[in-house]
């Protein structure tokens, strides 16, 4: 895969740009390593004045980065500027509660023979971060963030069609204070990836991406014994029951397919609706889905822009084209419009059967699956057959199926009338294949931290 800016609503080839040698790779792990030795010794006082900084740019010029954004992948430029804006929210999440989360976790020293004992968190060293390009700064930051107040230093591999995003967020923390080579960004292909990982003096690492990316690392980082954070795909439920605000599901399940250009791990993929209220479902979320503006991303009107690859649109319209090849009913969408750029429509299916695919691969596009039940238990049965447990979502007004969603659905996030969102404040992420460990919240700063425990005689 090239390393360059591809307009996806063009289709034109921006600017392109070199892989950085093997000697670039060995020099940068050189320096973040030797960075480590000085960095880890800051205070968290020191590295939030930095992270506060670098939220204060990240905010200040949010306008340019979210042209940026949407240039390298083609999200509309309100979405692009939220990301950017949040990016900020999680430097400043970080900078003003890492201390705290990283405090002595004391025990009772008389319990264990001892004058004190406890557990201190102390940062690992380089950590590699293997990031996607559907949200490129924000996958990045919720790593960066965290990892570096805890005293990490950090090597981001980017997706290879969002370098400009990946050099921005390197310059940024820069010019926001973090010393040199805290943070690089380092311009290479996933072929370059082994040979970091492996490298002793790489720590640890967390990808964030597709299965077989996820797979390679895995295996890489336990040949190595080498800690690892993999937050990988999803095809999320959204389970609507009939005491569910009908109006309020609806709305939120079209925003829920189609953020993102339907390009999000945690979008709503399988819509699952009672049979008391699947038909009125159907025939409203298709008036959604129809009444969405696909264009222009930079245009204020649009809703949904192209897709990011060229490649991941053929993906898409190939799901669609072989579901209904197998008898599956393309309610609305379903057809490339002819324009330049990688533009896919709003699309629904139904009636989609066991034996198809599209039943249980992730479709990374505005493209949506509903299936008709008949009680809670189809709807938990559905919703738990897949091979993924990213996140899902229940719509019901019924404190006991509320109850029955949140402790049935086999996800490592349940959100019960809504859609999922993730927030600093919260865990996130995956159950079964959609991988392991947490990033955001508490958890997510302590993945990549050793535990240590401390016992004084
Ligand atoms: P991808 O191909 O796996 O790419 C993600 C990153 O992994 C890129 O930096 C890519 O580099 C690199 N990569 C690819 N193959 C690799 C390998 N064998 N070894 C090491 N690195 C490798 O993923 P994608 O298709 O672009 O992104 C979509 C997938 O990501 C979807 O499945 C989506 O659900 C998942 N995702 C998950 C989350 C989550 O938090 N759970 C969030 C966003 C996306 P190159 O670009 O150079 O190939």
């Known amino acids: 895969m090239p390393i ?79 990301e950017a804006l949040k990016c900020a ?108 990982l492996r490298d002793p003096r790489v720590a640890a690492a967390t990808l964030t991406g597709s299965e077989p990316a996820g797979q390679s690392v895995g295996a890489i980082a336990g040949d190595e014994i080498k800690p690892t954070v993999l937050e990988l795909g999803g095809s999320d439920p959204f389970i609507v029951m009939p005491s569910a605000d009908l109006d309020a599901a609806v709305t939120t399940a079209v925003t829920a397919r189609v953020q993102n250009c339907g390009q999000s791990c945690i979008a709503a993929k399988r819509f699952i609706a009672h049979t008391d209220i699947y038909d009125q479902f159907v025939d409203t979320f298709v008036a959604g889905m129809q009444a969405l503006r696909v264009g222009d991303p930079t245009d204020p009107d649009t809703d949904v822009g192209p897709l990011a690859t060229e490649s991941g649109r053929d993906e898409v319209e190939k799901q669609v084209e072989d579901a209904a090849a197998a008898g599956a009913v393309i309610r609305c969408g379903g057809q490339r419009p002819d324009r330049p750029g990688w533009f896919y429509p709003p699309t629904v299916i139904t009636d989609i059967s066991k034996d198809m695919a599209l039943y249980t691969d992730e479709v990374f596009g505005p493209v949506a699956s509903v299936y008709r039940v008949r009680d809670i238990d189809e709807a938990i049965e559905i919703a738990n057959a897949t091979t993924f447990g990213l996140s899902s979502n229940a719509w019901t007004r019924d404190a006991t199926e509320q109850r029955r969603f949140i402790d049935g659905i086999e996800a490592g996030q349940v959100f019960i009338n809504g859609m999922t969102v993730s927030y600093p404040e919260l865990p996130f992420g995956g159950v079964k294949r959609s991988g392991y460990g947490r990033e955001l919240s508490a958890q997510g700063i302590r993945e990549f931290c050793n535990l240590k425990t401390v016992w004084v005689a």
Not at 32 to 47: D, G, I, N, V
Not at 140 to 154: S, T, W
Request: charged share 20%.
């Open 89 to 196: 929210k999680g430097f400043r999440y970080y900078a003003e509660n890492a201390e705290a989360m990283l405090a002595d976790e004391p025990a009772d020293p008389g319990k264990v023979g001892a004058s004190e004992a406890y557990g201190r968190y102390q940062p690992l060293g380089v950590v590699l971060a293997v990031m996607p390009w559907n949200f490129p700064l924000w996958q990045a930051v919720r790593f960066a963030a965290p990892a570096l107040m805890a005293g990490n230093v950090g090597i981001l591999k980017h997706a290879s069609n969002v370098p400009q995003c990946a050099l921005y967020l390197a310059d940024v923390m820069a010019r926001g204070g973090f010393p040199d080579d805290c943070f690089q960004t380092l311009l290479v292909g996933s072929s370059a990836v082994e040979r970091i």
């Open 4 to 82: 360059a800016t591809i307009n996806p609503a063009t289709g034109e080839t921006v600017q392109t740009f070199t892989a950085a040698s093997d000697e670039e790779v060995e020099a940068a792990i050189a320096r973040a390593y030797a960075r480590f030795t000085s960095y880890r010794h800051t205070s968290f006082a020191q590295r939030a004045q930095w992270a506060n900084a670098t939220a204060d740019l990240l905010e200040a010029e949010a306008d340019q980065t979210a042209a940026l954004i949407t240039l390298e992948m083609g999200k509309t430029l309100a979405s692009a500027k939220a």
